[in-house]
Structure formats: structure tokens, C-alpha cells
């Protein structure tokens, strides 16, 4: 029994939006990605860090979502911010029903065990959501609070944390984000978003006792990343 995470996965099977056009390590993705899977077992558990599917709707992401129900062991999805298949959790448990997708859970204001380790998370937020002006406070807000109420969630348990976004890259941290960590004592965090060149700005230490990870996968040569 292990656990995993890797992010990003951009399938598009029934969409026109294949990565491969951004060439480099992205050529000939969906078969590495079809080739990393293959490290995970039955009785293993894996955390997808959202920007999973480049479909518009649940209609469109059947054959992306059919994809990952193939990988084995249960999956747990956080959502990034391309994944606009997504609506809400009722709906995306309708469809998965309908799909006969059986081994789906969400980090949405929630947490989930794993062993002696709570597995906590939510999409995040990063300095992109800006670039237009001040933030939305509205969103910032409401990932505020589904990300404390998932760490909440997680009770006395060590807790591990699973964000999208990266709450601290290059010269930009959100501080709000990281007082949470902090707060809450969450011993690992693992991340995704960043792709290409940006991996090189990308935090990977110890920041208030909390280990930072990132985990997309092109990072990861489209292979899983053992968490335990």
C-alpha cells in the first residue's frame, strides 16, 4: 500500500488542446503519463493536484476522467484553476455514478485519512489570480476558508497538505496561506501548477516546518511521486 501525488496531467482526448504543441517534455505526454502510471497498485492511493482535464464540461471530460478511473487504487482530486469541467461536487458524483467511476474522492471541505495522516487541500491561490488588480476577495475568502476547514477536518493527525497553486514561488508567497499551514502544523505540502522554466523558481525546502514538494508532471517526468 503506498501513496502518491502528481499534478497536471492536461488530458485531452476529447478536446483539441493536446500539450504536445508546447513540444519538449510535453511531446508525447498522454503515452509517458499512460508509462509513470503504471508504478501504482491496486491497493494504493493517489492524489491528482488539479488541471487535469482540458474539457469545458463533465459531457466533454468522459474520456479524460475514464483515463484516470484506469489508474489503479483510489483517487483523490483537488481542482486547478483549468479545470472548467467542474461545477460542483453533486454533479461531478452524478456523473461518476453515471460513468461507473467508483473510486473518485474530492478535497473539498474535507479531509481524508490515510493511515495515521490526514490528507487535507484545496485549489490554493497565487499571484496570477492578481494580475488584473487587487484580488477577488470574494474567491480569495472562500479558499481561505476551505482550506482551514479541510485542515480542520484532519483533526490531531499529522496532516498533509495538497494545494494546485504553490503559496510560495520565486519573490511571491501568500502569506495568508502559509500562517494556515502554520498554524494547523502541516508537516508536508505538495503542489503543482508550474510547468517549463518556472520549475526553477519553484520552492522545495522547509519554510515553519512545513517540507515543500512540487509535483506537476512534467516535473516529474510524468511519473508519480511516492509520498509514503
Known sequence: MALYVIGDLHLSLQAEKPM???????????DKLREGLKVIGPED????LGDLSWAMSLDTAVEDFRFMDAIPGEKIIVKGNHDYWWTTLHKFQVFCEQQGFEQFKVLHNTAFQYG???LCGTRGWFYEEERHGAK????FRRELIRLETSLQQGGDR????FLHYPPKFGNYQCDEILA???KYGVT??????LHGASHRLAFQDVKNGTEYHLA???YLNFVPLRVL
Not at 499529522?158 to 497538505?161: N, P, R, S
Not at 508536508?188 to 501548477?193: E, F, K, N, S, T
Open 20 to 30: 504536445d504543441v508546447f513540444g519538449g517534455n510535453w511531446t508525447g505526454y498522454v
Open 45 to 48: 492511493t493517489t492524489v491528482l
Open 116 to 118: 495515521d495522516i490526514a
Open 136 to 139: 477577488d476577495e470574494k474567491v
Open 158 to 161: 499529522e496532516k498533509y497538505c
Open 180 to 182: 494556515l499551514l502554520e
Open 188 to 193: 508536508r505540502l505538495y503542489y503543482g501548477h
Open 216 to 218: 506537476a508532471a512534467d
